[in-house]
Protein backbone atom coordinates (compact mmCIF):
# COMPACT_ATOMS: atom_id res chain seq x y z
CA UNK A 1 0.00 0.00 0.00
CA UNK A 2 1.42 3.29 -0.87
CA UNK A 3 0.54 6.52 1.37
CA UNK A 4 1.65 9.96 0.62
CA UNK A 5 1.73 13.23 1.18
CA UNK A 6 -0.20 15.82 -1.28
CA UNK A 7 2.34 17.77 -3.72
CA UNK A 8 1.64 20.64 -1.36
CA UNK A 9 1.40 19.00 2.12
CA UNK A 10 5.07 18.50 1.70
CA UNK A 11 5.92 22.32 1.63
CA UNK A 12 3.56 22.40 4.87
CA UNK A 13 6.13 24.09 8.00
CA UNK A 14 7.39 22.45 10.00
CA UNK A 15 5.73 24.04 12.66
CA UNK A 16 2.16 22.92 11.75
CA UNK A 17 3.66 19.18 11.70
CA UNK A 18 4.30 19.63 15.06
CA UNK A 19 1.48 20.89 16.20
CA UNK A 20 -0.38 18.11 14.97
CA UNK A 21 -2.02 19.17 12.11
CA UNK A 22 -0.55 16.30 10.03
CA UNK A 23 -3.07 15.49 6.97
CA UNK A 24 -2.72 12.10 6.19
CA UNK A 25 -4.97 12.24 3.46
CA UNK A 26 -4.62 9.58 0.71
CA UNK A 27 -3.58 10.19 -2.87
CA UNK A 28 -2.70 6.61 -4.02
CA UNK A 29 -4.94 3.74 -4.04
CA UNK A 30 -3.46 0.01 -3.24
CA UNK A 31 -0.81 -2.14 -4.62
CA UNK A 32 -2.57 -5.27 -3.19
CA UNK A 33 -3.39 -7.76 -5.47
CA UNK A 34 -5.12 -11.36 -5.39
CA UNK A 35 -3.24 -13.84 -4.47
CA UNK A 36 -1.50 -16.48 -6.88
CA UNK A 37 -1.87 -19.63 -5.02
CA UNK A 38 -0.11 -21.64 -7.64
CA UNK A 39 2.91 -19.24 -7.03
CA UNK A 40 2.72 -19.61 -3.35
CA UNK A 41 2.48 -23.60 -3.85
CA UNK A 42 5.76 -23.82 -5.87
CA UNK A 43 7.52 -21.72 -3.74
CA UNK A 44 6.26 -23.84 -0.44
CA UNK A 45 6.68 -26.75 -2.03
CA UNK A 46 8.97 -28.76 0.21
CA UNK A 47 11.57 -31.59 -1.25
CA UNK A 48 10.52 -34.97 -0.51
CA UNK A 49 13.28 -36.50 1.49
CA UNK A 50 12.56 -40.02 0.80
CA UNK A 51 14.64 -41.18 -1.76
CA UNK A 52 13.77 -44.77 -2.92
CA UNK A 53 15.13 -46.85 -5.50
CA UNK A 54 13.69 -47.54 -8.72
CA UNK A 55 11.46 -50.50 -9.85
CA UNK A 56 9.54 -51.33 -12.56
CA UNK A 57 5.89 -50.54 -11.23
CA UNK A 58 8.14 -47.96 -8.55
CA UNK A 59 7.52 -46.99 -5.12
CA UNK A 60 3.92 -47.34 -3.86
CA UNK A 61 3.71 -44.77 -0.97
CA UNK A 62 0.27 -44.53 0.73
CA UNK A 63 -0.98 -41.01 1.19
CA UNK A 64 -3.50 -39.72 3.90
CA UNK A 65 -6.37 -37.25 1.57
CA UNK A 66 -9.35 -35.31 1.99
CA UNK A 67 -12.24 -36.96 0.35
CA UNK A 68 -13.52 -33.01 -1.25
CA UNK A 69 -10.31 -31.07 -0.78
CA UNK A 70 -11.61 -28.95 1.49
CA UNK A 71 -9.50 -27.03 3.77
CA UNK A 72 -8.96 -24.51 5.76
CA UNK A 73 -5.47 -22.76 6.92
CA UNK A 74 -4.95 -19.74 9.92
CA UNK A 75 -1.98 -17.42 9.89
CA UNK A 76 -0.20 -14.77 11.62
CA UNK A 77 2.51 -13.08 9.74
CA UNK A 78 5.23 -10.21 11.10
CA UNK A 79 6.99 -8.00 9.76
CA UNK A 80 9.44 -5.30 10.50
CA UNK A 81 11.01 -3.43 7.44
CA UNK A 82 13.31 -0.27 6.96
CA UNK A 83 11.54 1.43 4.09
CA UNK A 84 13.39 4.35 2.86
CA UNK A 85 10.63 6.27 1.37
CA UNK A 86 7.40 5.04 2.82
CA UNK A 87 5.27 7.87 1.66
CA UNK A 88 6.15 7.19 -1.91
CA UNK A 89 7.09 10.83 -2.05
CA UNK A 90 8.61 12.58 -5.27
CA UNK A 91 12.12 13.58 -5.91
CA UNK A 92 15.49 11.83 -4.05
CA UNK A 93 15.11 8.34 -2.65
CA UNK A 94 15.63 8.36 0.97
CA UNK A 95 12.65 10.76 2.28
CA UNK A 96 11.13 10.34 5.65
CA UNK A 97 12.84 7.18 6.27
CA UNK A 98 11.24 5.07 9.02
CA UNK A 99 10.76 1.50 10.43
CA UNK A 100 7.16 -0.25 9.75
CA UNK A 101 6.21 -3.18 11.43
CA UNK A 102 3.17 -4.94 10.16
CA UNK A 103 1.15 -7.67 11.96
CA UNK A 104 -1.42 -9.69 9.95
CA UNK A 105 -3.75 -12.33 10.87
CA UNK A 106 -4.88 -14.19 7.93
CA UNK A 107 -6.96 -17.01 6.78
CA UNK A 108 -8.08 -18.76 3.56
CA UNK A 109 -10.87 -21.55 3.05
CA UNK A 110 -10.28 -23.90 -0.02
CA UNK A 111 -13.90 -24.55 -1.15
CA UNK A 112 -13.03 -28.20 -2.89
CA UNK A 113 -11.33 -29.14 -5.58
CA UNK A 114 -13.05 -29.94 -8.70
CA UNK A 115 -11.96 -32.11 -11.58
CA UNK A 116 -13.19 -30.91 -14.97
CA UNK A 117 -10.77 -33.50 -16.81
CA UNK A 118 -8.17 -31.15 -18.75
CA UNK A 119 -8.80 -28.30 -15.71
CA UNK A 120 -8.87 -28.87 -12.07
CA UNK A 121 -10.85 -25.84 -10.26
CA UNK A 122 -10.30 -24.68 -6.94
CA UNK A 123 -12.48 -21.99 -5.54
CA UNK A 124 -10.36 -19.87 -2.41
CA UNK A 125 -12.11 -17.26 0.28
CA UNK A 126 -9.90 -15.72 2.20
CA UNK A 127 -9.03 -12.83 4.69
CA UNK A 128 -6.91 -10.67 6.42
CA UNK A 129 -6.45 -7.99 9.16
CA UNK A 130 -3.01 -6.38 9.00
CA UNK A 131 -1.99 -3.45 11.29
CA UNK A 132 0.76 -1.09 10.32
CA UNK A 133 2.81 1.08 12.71
CA UNK A 134 5.50 3.47 11.86
CA UNK A 135 7.72 3.63 14.92
CA UNK A 136 10.57 5.57 14.07
CA UNK A 137 10.92 9.07 15.11
CA UNK A 138 13.39 11.26 13.24
CA UNK A 139 13.79 14.87 14.13
CA UNK A 140 15.64 15.83 11.41
CA UNK A 141 12.57 14.47 8.85
CA UNK A 142 10.07 16.79 7.81
CA UNK A 143 7.45 14.91 9.84
CA UNK A 144 9.07 13.58 12.69
CA UNK A 145 6.88 11.01 13.32
CA UNK A 146 4.89 8.80 11.18
CA UNK A 147 2.92 7.34 13.23
CA UNK A 148 -0.03 9.18 12.52
CA UNK A 149 -0.08 7.42 9.40
CA UNK A 150 -0.80 4.09 11.26
CA UNK A 151 -4.05 2.36 9.87
CA UNK A 152 -5.68 -1.24 10.30
CA UNK A 153 -6.55 -2.92 6.46
CA UNK A 154 -8.74 -5.16 6.35
CA UNK A 155 -9.11 -7.35 3.21
CA UNK A 156 -11.48 -10.03 1.82
CA UNK A 157 -11.45 -12.05 -1.83
CA UNK A 158 -13.32 -14.55 -3.50
CA UNK A 159 -10.65 -16.39 -6.06
CA UNK A 160 -11.44 -19.16 -8.78
CA UNK A 161 -8.20 -21.12 -9.37
CA UNK A 162 -8.35 -22.97 -12.42
CA UNK A 163 -5.05 -25.45 -13.48
CA UNK A 164 -4.75 -26.67 -16.94
CA UNK A 165 -2.65 -29.56 -18.01
CA UNK A 166 -0.47 -27.35 -19.99
CA UNK A 167 1.04 -26.02 -16.63
CA UNK A 168 -0.85 -22.68 -16.73
CA UNK A 169 -2.81 -21.98 -14.02
CA UNK A 170 -5.42 -19.34 -14.80
CA UNK A 171 -7.52 -17.10 -11.97
CA UNK A 172 -10.26 -14.74 -11.59
CA UNK A 173 -11.85 -13.06 -8.46
CA UNK A 174 -12.63 -10.19 -6.81
CA UNK A 175 -10.75 -8.24 -3.66
CA UNK A 176 -12.59 -5.88 -1.32
CA UNK A 177 -9.99 -3.78 1.19
CA UNK A 178 -10.50 -1.24 3.68
CA UNK A 179 -8.14 1.08 5.32
CA UNK A 180 -9.10 2.49 8.22
CA UNK A 181 -6.75 5.00 10.46
CA UNK A 182 -5.36 3.60 14.01
CA UNK A 183 -5.33 7.23 15.37
CA UNK A 184 -8.88 8.56 14.30
CA UNK A 185 -10.66 5.54 13.58
CA UNK A 186 -12.17 6.93 10.46
CA UNK A 187 -12.18 4.83 6.84
CA UNK A 188 -9.67 6.34 4.88
CA UNK A 189 -9.95 4.22 1.58
CA UNK A 190 -12.02 1.22 0.56
CA UNK A 191 -11.64 -0.64 -2.66
CA UNK A 192 -12.87 -3.66 -4.93
CA UNK A 193 -10.47 -5.30 -7.09
CA UNK A 194 -11.83 -7.60 -9.61
CA UNK A 195 -8.94 -9.17 -11.56
CA UNK A 196 -7.69 -11.90 -13.74
CA UNK A 197 -4.13 -13.75 -13.80
CA UNK A 198 -2.04 -16.52 -15.34
CA UNK A 199 1.18 -18.22 -13.74
CA UNK A 200 3.54 -20.75 -15.47
CA UNK A 201 6.41 -21.81 -13.91
CA UNK A 202 8.88 -23.81 -15.71
CA UNK A 203 11.94 -25.87 -14.89
CA UNK A 204 15.21 -23.83 -15.73
CA UNK A 205 17.74 -26.53 -14.50
CA UNK A 206 17.91 -28.75 -11.22
CA UNK A 207 18.05 -26.50 -9.42
CA UNK A 208 15.81 -22.99 -10.59
CA UNK A 209 12.52 -23.03 -11.26
CA UNK A 210 11.03 -19.60 -13.49
CA UNK A 211 7.46 -18.30 -12.96
CA UNK A 212 5.86 -16.08 -14.98
CA UNK A 213 3.07 -14.25 -13.57
CA UNK A 214 0.05 -12.18 -15.96
CA UNK A 215 -2.19 -9.92 -14.45
CA UNK A 216 -4.74 -7.29 -15.20
CA UNK A 217 -7.66 -5.68 -12.84
CA UNK A 218 -9.58 -2.52 -12.14
CA UNK A 219 -9.15 -0.73 -9.07
CA UNK A 220 -12.56 0.63 -7.94
CA UNK A 221 -11.93 2.90 -5.09
CA UNK A 222 -13.88 5.49 -2.89
CA UNK A 223 -11.20 7.74 -1.35
CA UNK A 224 -12.55 10.18 1.36
CA UNK A 225 -11.79 13.79 1.24
CA UNK A 226 -9.47 13.28 -1.37
CA UNK A 227 -5.84 14.54 -1.30
CA UNK A 228 -7.12 17.15 1.41
CA UNK A 229 -8.60 20.05 -1.11
CA UNK A 230 -11.80 21.15 -1.57
CA UNK A 231 -11.04 21.70 -5.27
CA UNK A 232 -13.87 20.61 -7.13
CA UNK A 233 -11.65 18.26 -9.45
CA UNK A 234 -11.26 15.76 -6.79
CA UNK A 235 -13.68 13.12 -6.47
CA UNK A 236 -14.01 9.81 -4.46
CA UNK A 237 -13.45 8.17 -7.67
CA UNK A 238 -10.51 9.84 -8.85
CA UNK A 239 -7.72 6.59 -7.68
CA UNK A 240 -9.96 4.15 -9.85
CA UNK A 241 -7.34 2.67 -12.33
CA UNK A 242 -6.57 -0.46 -14.22
CA UNK A 243 -3.85 -2.41 -14.35
CA UNK A 244 -1.43 -5.17 -16.64
CA UNK A 245 0.94 -6.54 -14.79
CA UNK A 246 3.81 -9.10 -15.82
CA UNK A 247 6.55 -10.62 -12.89
CA UNK A 248 8.72 -13.18 -13.91
CA UNK A 249 10.75 -14.72 -10.28
CA UNK A 250 13.69 -17.52 -10.39
CA UNK A 251 12.94 -19.82 -7.60
CA UNK A 252 16.56 -21.42 -6.39
CA UNK A 253 16.60 -24.46 -4.30
CA UNK A 254 19.52 -24.34 -1.63
CA UNK A 255 18.86 -27.03 1.12
CA UNK A 256 15.96 -25.76 2.47
CA UNK A 257 16.46 -22.04 1.32
CA UNK A 258 14.02 -20.69 -1.24
CA UNK A 259 16.20 -17.92 -3.11
CA UNK A 260 13.77 -15.38 -4.70
CA UNK A 261 14.89 -12.15 -7.19
CA UNK A 262 11.77 -11.48 -9.05
CA UNK A 263 10.67 -8.06 -11.41
CA UNK A 264 7.71 -6.87 -11.97
CA UNK A 265 6.50 -4.21 -14.46
CA UNK A 266 2.74 -2.99 -13.93
CA UNK A 267 0.81 -0.07 -16.31
CA UNK A 268 -1.98 1.34 -14.71
CA UNK A 269 -4.14 4.16 -16.12
CA UNK A 270 -6.57 6.79 -14.22
CA UNK A 271 -9.56 8.23 -16.43
CA UNK A 272 -11.04 10.28 -12.87
CA UNK A 273 -11.76 13.56 -11.32
CA UNK A 274 -8.15 14.47 -10.35
CA UNK A 275 -6.27 11.84 -11.94
CA UNK A 276 -7.66 12.63 -15.80
CA UNK A 277 -5.73 10.94 -18.02
CA UNK A 278 -2.60 9.70 -16.27
CA UNK A 279 -0.96 6.75 -16.56
CA UNK A 280 1.85 5.19 -14.09
CA UNK A 281 4.23 2.65 -14.97
CA UNK A 282 5.67 1.11 -11.98
CA UNK A 283 8.76 -1.32 -11.95
CA UNK A 284 10.32 -3.18 -9.41
CA UNK A 285 12.71 -5.00 -8.45
CA UNK A 286 12.97 -7.90 -5.13
CA UNK A 287 14.89 -10.04 -3.46
CA UNK A 288 12.70 -12.89 -1.04
CA UNK A 289 14.77 -15.64 1.00
CA UNK A 290 12.69 -17.98 2.20
CA UNK A 291 13.40 -20.75 5.31
CA UNK A 292 10.87 -23.00 6.85
CA UNK A 293 11.85 -23.20 10.34
CA UNK A 294 9.37 -26.20 10.24
CA UNK A 295 6.21 -27.29 8.37
CA UNK A 296 4.34 -24.08 9.53
CA UNK A 297 6.54 -21.99 10.91
CA UNK A 298 8.74 -20.14 8.43
CA UNK A 299 11.67 -17.12 8.34
CA UNK A 300 11.96 -14.37 5.41
CA UNK A 301 13.97 -11.83 4.63
CA UNK A 302 12.64 -9.70 1.70
CA UNK A 303 14.07 -6.48 -0.27
CA UNK A 304 12.84 -4.68 -2.59
CA UNK A 305 13.48 -1.56 -5.04
CA UNK A 306 10.67 0.37 -6.98
CA UNK A 307 10.11 3.37 -9.35
CA UNK A 308 7.32 4.97 -10.31
CA UNK A 309 6.84 7.16 -13.69
CA UNK A 310 3.68 9.16 -14.28
CA UNK A 311 2.64 10.59 -17.77
CA UNK A 312 0.42 12.91 -18.65
CA UNK A 313 -0.61 16.40 -16.73
CA UNK A 314 -3.41 17.38 -14.80
CA UNK A 315 -6.23 20.51 -15.51
CA UNK A 316 -3.70 23.04 -14.62
CA UNK A 317 -1.01 21.31 -17.25
CA UNK A 318 1.26 20.46 -14.57
CA UNK A 319 2.80 17.17 -15.34
CA UNK A 320 1.64 14.45 -12.83
CA UNK A 321 5.10 13.28 -13.13
CA UNK A 322 6.56 15.84 -10.37
CA UNK A 323 3.56 14.50 -8.59
CA UNK A 324 3.93 11.26 -8.50
CA UNK A 325 7.62 9.84 -9.87
CA UNK A 326 9.09 8.30 -7.18
CA UNK A 327 11.78 5.84 -6.20
CA UNK A 328 11.38 3.48 -2.90
CA UNK A 329 13.67 1.07 -1.23
CA UNK A 330 12.62 -1.65 1.39
CA UNK A 331 14.32 -4.49 3.25
CA UNK A 332 12.74 -6.05 6.27
CA UNK A 333 12.53 -9.39 7.75
CA UNK A 334 9.68 -11.86 8.79
CA UNK A 335 8.28 -14.78 10.52
CA UNK A 336 5.24 -16.61 9.73
CA UNK A 337 3.22 -19.58 11.52
CA UNK A 338 0.25 -21.31 9.79
CA UNK A 339 -1.88 -24.16 11.01
CA UNK A 340 -3.99 -26.17 8.44
CA UNK A 341 -6.83 -27.77 8.93
CA UNK B 1 -33.17 -40.35 -38.73
CA UNK B 2 -33.24 -43.85 -37.53
CA UNK B 3 -31.08 -44.74 -40.71
CA UNK B 4 -28.92 -41.56 -39.77
CA UNK B 5 -28.66 -43.44 -36.53
CA UNK B 6 -27.54 -46.86 -37.79
CA UNK B 7 -25.27 -45.73 -40.31
CA UNK B 8 -23.26 -43.97 -37.28
CA UNK B 9 -23.16 -46.73 -35.02
CA UNK B 10 -22.31 -49.03 -38.09
CA UNK B 11 -19.69 -46.73 -38.37
CA UNK B 12 -18.54 -46.62 -35.28
CA UNK B 13 -18.40 -50.50 -34.33
CA UNK B 14 -16.99 -51.36 -37.84
CA UNK B 15 -13.83 -48.61 -36.49
CA UNK B 16 -13.96 -49.97 -33.12
CA UNK B 17 -13.61 -53.58 -34.78
CA UNK B 18 -10.56 -52.57 -36.68
CA UNK B 19 -9.00 -50.70 -33.90
CA UNK B 20 -9.51 -53.06 -30.82
CA UNK B 21 -9.26 -56.20 -33.56
CA UNK B 22 -5.48 -54.70 -34.25
CA UNK B 23 -2.71 -57.05 -33.17
CA UNK B 24 -0.14 -55.18 -30.90
CA UNK B 25 3.43 -55.17 -32.21
CA UNK B 26 7.09 -54.74 -30.44
CA UNK B 27 8.02 -50.71 -31.53
CA UNK B 28 10.77 -50.79 -28.83
CA UNK B 29 12.80 -53.78 -26.89
CA UNK B 30 16.13 -53.70 -24.50
CA UNK B 31 17.71 -56.54 -23.06
CA UNK B 32 16.52 -60.44 -23.23
CA UNK B 33 13.19 -60.35 -24.29
CA UNK B 34 11.94 -64.27 -25.29
CA UNK B 35 8.46 -65.48 -26.20
CA UNK B 36 7.50 -69.26 -26.10
CA UNK B 37 4.74 -70.27 -29.53
CA UNK B 38 1.91 -72.32 -27.29
CA UNK B 39 -0.03 -73.16 -30.40
CA UNK B 40 3.06 -76.22 -30.62
CA UNK B 41 2.09 -78.45 -28.40
CA UNK B 42 4.38 -80.65 -26.13
CA UNK B 43 6.84 -77.96 -26.72
CA UNK B 44 8.41 -75.32 -25.02
CA UNK B 45 11.22 -74.11 -26.80
CA UNK B 46 11.57 -70.00 -26.16
CA UNK B 47 13.15 -67.96 -28.88
CA UNK B 48 14.20 -64.87 -29.18
CA UNK B 49 11.81 -61.91 -30.12
CA UNK B 50 12.90 -58.30 -31.49
CA UNK B 51 11.35 -55.03 -33.08
CA UNK B 52 8.49 -55.67 -35.27
CA UNK B 53 7.47 -59.22 -34.06
CA UNK B 54 3.41 -59.67 -33.90
CA UNK B 55 2.30 -60.17 -30.83
CA UNK B 56 0.05 -62.85 -31.75
CA UNK B 57 -2.23 -64.48 -28.47
CA UNK B 58 0.13 -67.88 -29.09
CA UNK B 59 3.26 -65.69 -27.78
CA UNK B 60 3.79 -66.11 -24.34
CA UNK B 61 6.24 -63.12 -23.83
CA UNK B 62 8.78 -63.43 -20.98
CA UNK B 63 11.52 -60.22 -20.10
CA UNK B 64 14.70 -61.06 -18.50
CA UNK B 65 16.47 -59.46 -15.47
CA UNK B 66 16.70 -56.34 -17.81
CA UNK B 67 14.33 -56.98 -20.91
CA UNK B 68 11.92 -54.59 -21.24
CA UNK B 69 9.14 -54.41 -24.09
CA UNK B 70 7.03 -52.20 -25.64
CA UNK B 71 3.96 -52.38 -28.14
CA UNK B 72 2.48 -48.92 -29.26
CA UNK B 73 0.14 -49.92 -32.04
CA UNK B 74 -3.04 -47.46 -32.82
CA UNK B 75 -2.49 -45.28 -29.41
CA UNK B 76 -2.60 -47.77 -27.19
CA UNK B 77 0.77 -48.24 -25.30
CA UNK B 78 1.62 -51.43 -23.75
CA UNK B 79 5.15 -52.24 -21.93
CA UNK B 80 6.41 -55.18 -19.84
CA UNK B 81 8.62 -54.59 -16.82
CA UNK B 82 11.24 -57.01 -16.11
CA UNK B 83 11.35 -60.56 -15.55
CA UNK B 84 7.75 -60.26 -16.43
CA UNK B 85 5.63 -63.32 -18.23
CA UNK B 86 2.35 -62.45 -20.22
CA UNK B 87 0.42 -62.82 -23.31
CA UNK B 88 -1.65 -60.53 -25.33
CA UNK B 89 -5.04 -62.00 -26.11
CA UNK B 90 -5.54 -58.52 -28.04
CA UNK B 91 -4.83 -55.15 -28.05
CA UNK B 92 -7.22 -54.67 -25.66
CA UNK B 93 -6.82 -57.96 -23.42
CA UNK B 94 -3.69 -59.15 -21.71
CA UNK B 95 -2.58 -61.88 -19.48
CA UNK B 96 -0.15 -61.23 -17.10
CA UNK B 97 1.18 -64.56 -15.25
CA UNK B 98 4.24 -62.57 -12.93
CA UNK B 99 5.18 -58.90 -12.90
CA UNK B 100 4.23 -55.81 -14.03
CA UNK B 101 2.96 -53.98 -17.21
CA UNK B 102 1.53 -50.57 -18.09
CA UNK B 103 -1.21 -49.62 -20.40
CA UNK B 104 -1.45 -46.45 -21.84
CA UNK B 105 -4.42 -45.06 -23.83
CA UNK B 106 -6.13 -41.48 -24.26
CA UNK B 107 -9.16 -43.07 -25.84
CA UNK B 108 -11.83 -44.73 -23.93
CA UNK B 109 -11.47 -48.96 -24.26
CA UNK B 110 -12.63 -52.00 -22.94
CA UNK B 111 -9.58 -53.51 -21.71
CA UNK B 112 -9.63 -56.98 -19.87
CA UNK B 113 -6.71 -57.81 -17.39
CA UNK B 114 -6.46 -61.09 -16.07
CA UNK B 115 -3.52 -63.09 -13.80
CA UNK B 116 -3.77 -66.63 -12.82
CA UNK B 117 -6.36 -66.21 -10.15
CA UNK B 118 -8.21 -62.69 -10.78
CA UNK B 119 -9.96 -60.36 -14.03
CA UNK B 120 -11.16 -57.03 -14.17
CA UNK B 121 -12.23 -55.26 -16.87
CA UNK B 122 -11.43 -51.50 -17.35
CA UNK B 123 -14.09 -48.93 -18.84
CA UNK B 124 -12.10 -45.74 -19.99
CA UNK B 125 -8.89 -43.78 -20.58
CA UNK B 126 -5.86 -43.84 -18.98
CA UNK B 127 -2.65 -44.58 -17.59
CA UNK B 128 -2.44 -47.77 -15.63
CA UNK B 129 0.15 -49.73 -13.91
CA UNK B 130 -0.58 -53.67 -13.20
CA UNK B 131 1.49 -55.88 -10.75
CA UNK B 132 0.98 -59.27 -10.54
CA UNK B 133 0.88 -60.65 -7.29
CA UNK B 134 1.78 -63.79 -5.12
CA UNK B 135 -1.65 -64.34 -4.39
CA UNK B 136 -2.69 -64.89 -7.66
CA UNK B 137 -4.30 -61.83 -8.21
CA UNK B 138 -2.80 -58.16 -9.21
CA UNK B 139 -2.75 -54.40 -8.37
CA UNK B 140 -4.64 -51.92 -10.12
CA UNK B 141 -2.93 -48.46 -10.15
CA UNK B 142 -4.55 -45.98 -12.17
CA UNK B 143 -2.02 -43.09 -12.53
CA UNK B 144 -4.61 -40.82 -14.23
CA UNK B 145 -7.82 -41.23 -16.30
CA UNK B 146 -11.18 -41.52 -16.16
CA UNK B 147 -13.71 -44.86 -16.21
CA UNK B 148 -14.06 -47.88 -14.11
CA UNK B 149 -12.91 -50.90 -12.72
CA UNK B 150 -15.33 -53.86 -13.36
CA UNK B 151 -14.89 -57.40 -11.55
CA UNK B 152 -17.35 -60.60 -11.54
CA UNK B 153 -18.15 -60.50 -7.35
CA UNK B 154 -16.78 -56.62 -6.70
CA UNK B 155 -19.18 -54.99 -9.34
CA UNK B 156 -17.50 -51.61 -10.84
CA UNK B 157 -15.63 -49.09 -8.91
CA UNK B 158 -14.41 -45.68 -10.66
CA UNK B 159 -10.85 -45.19 -11.45
CA UNK B 160 -9.28 -42.14 -9.13
CA UNK B 161 -5.86 -41.35 -10.27
CA UNK B 162 -3.31 -42.59 -7.66
CA UNK B 163 -5.68 -44.73 -5.83
CA UNK B 164 -4.61 -48.36 -5.84
CA UNK B 165 -7.13 -51.40 -6.27
CA UNK B 166 -6.40 -54.96 -5.10
CA UNK B 167 -8.30 -57.16 -7.45
CA UNK B 168 -8.65 -60.78 -5.40
CA UNK B 169 -9.69 -64.30 -5.94
CA UNK B 170 -11.55 -65.68 -7.90
CA UNK B 171 -14.50 -64.88 -9.17
CA UNK B 172 -12.84 -61.52 -8.99
CA UNK B 173 -13.08 -59.00 -5.96
CA UNK B 174 -11.53 -56.19 -5.12
CA UNK B 175 -9.84 -55.62 -1.69
CA UNK B 176 -8.17 -52.64 -0.41
CA UNK B 177 -7.52 -49.02 -2.09
CA UNK B 178 -4.96 -47.04 -1.42
CA UNK B 179 -4.34 -43.27 -2.29
CA UNK B 180 -0.23 -43.69 -3.59
CA UNK B 181 1.85 -40.68 -4.05
CA UNK B 182 1.80 -40.38 -8.08
CA UNK B 183 4.61 -38.33 -7.96
CA UNK B 184 7.07 -40.93 -6.04
CA UNK B 185 5.87 -43.54 -8.63
CA UNK B 186 6.53 -41.61 -11.19
CA UNK B 187 9.96 -40.75 -10.06
CA UNK B 188 10.74 -44.43 -9.19
CA UNK B 189 8.52 -46.19 -12.01
CA UNK B 190 11.12 -47.30 -14.70
CA UNK B 191 7.57 -48.40 -16.97
CA UNK B 192 7.08 -44.93 -16.87
CA UNK B 193 10.96 -43.64 -17.02
CA UNK B 194 13.03 -46.29 -19.06
CA UNK B 195 11.66 -46.25 -22.24
CA UNK B 196 12.97 -44.00 -25.15
CA UNK B 197 9.13 -42.42 -26.13
CA UNK B 198 7.21 -40.30 -23.25
CA UNK B 199 3.82 -41.35 -22.63
CA UNK B 200 1.22 -39.82 -24.28
CA UNK B 201 -0.71 -38.56 -21.05
CA UNK B 202 2.21 -37.20 -19.35
CA UNK B 203 0.30 -34.17 -18.92
CA UNK B 204 -2.72 -35.32 -16.95
CA UNK B 205 -0.65 -37.59 -15.05
CA UNK B 206 0.55 -33.76 -14.42
CA UNK B 207 -2.78 -32.81 -13.24
CA UNK B 208 -3.34 -35.90 -11.21
CA UNK B 209 -0.45 -35.07 -9.11
CA UNK B 210 -1.37 -31.49 -8.77
CA UNK B 211 -5.15 -33.29 -7.40
CA UNK B 212 -3.19 -35.17 -5.08
CA UNK B 213 -1.31 -32.44 -3.83
CA UNK B 214 -4.65 -30.45 -3.24
CA UNK B 215 -6.19 -33.10 -0.94
CA UNK B 216 -3.01 -34.18 0.72
CA UNK B 217 -3.06 -34.07 4.73
CA UNK B 218 -0.09 -36.43 4.97
CA UNK B 219 1.98 -38.75 3.80
CA UNK B 220 2.66 -42.26 5.58
CA UNK B 221 5.97 -43.28 5.59
CA UNK B 222 5.75 -46.81 4.49
CA UNK B 223 5.82 -48.70 1.19
CA UNK B 224 3.40 -51.21 -0.08
CA UNK B 225 4.85 -54.34 -1.13
CA UNK B 226 3.49 -57.74 -2.00
CA UNK B 227 0.19 -59.36 -1.32
CA UNK B 228 1.48 -63.03 -0.51
CA UNK B 229 -2.30 -63.94 0.57
CA UNK B 230 -6.00 -62.68 0.34
CA UNK B 231 -5.70 -61.45 3.66
CA UNK B 232 -2.35 -60.16 3.82
CA UNK B 233 -0.55 -57.16 1.93
CA UNK B 234 3.23 -55.99 2.99
CA UNK B 235 3.31 -52.98 4.30
CA UNK B 236 7.39 -51.77 4.74
CA UNK B 237 7.71 -48.48 7.34
CA UNK B 238 10.83 -46.41 7.19
CA UNK B 239 9.26 -43.91 10.51
CA UNK B 240 6.66 -42.36 11.69
CA UNK B 241 3.90 -41.21 10.63
CA UNK B 242 3.94 -37.61 8.82
CA UNK B 243 0.82 -35.56 9.57
Known amino acids: MIYKFSYLSLFVSASSLLVGQINSNRIDSTDRSLPSPVEESIKNKVNDSSNVIS ?146 AHTINEYLLGVLDLSAGTHLGDVEDADGSTSSSHTADELDHIDATLRYSIIYNLDNFKITPSYSVSYRKYDNGFNFDRSDVLQSISLDVDYPITESFDLSIFSNYARRTSSGTDEAQDSYSTLYDFKKFDIGAGLGITASF | MFHTLLLYNAAFFTAAFFLYGETPSVTFKVGIVDAVDLSIKDKFDPFPIDVNTTLTPDLLIATGSNGRVESNVNGIYWRLGCETMGKWNSNTDFYLDSGSLLFCNSNDNHIKFSTRESTATFYGHGTIIIEATKNGGFKFIPLEGKGYIETQKGGSKKIVGGRMLLCLGNPSYFGDAYDIDIMLMLKSSRLINSFPSPLPTFKKIGLAIYIQELKLKGKYNALIGDATSETNLQIWSFGEKVE
Open chain 1, 55 to 200: SDTGAQRPLILTKSGLSLDFGYNTRVSYKQNPLGAPGILDQQADLVWENSFNSRAKLGVYDLDTFVLTPFLGGAWTMTDYTHQNADEAIPDLGVLNHNTTTAYLLFLLQHQSGWAFRAGVMYSNDRSAETDTEEYKEFYPSIGATK
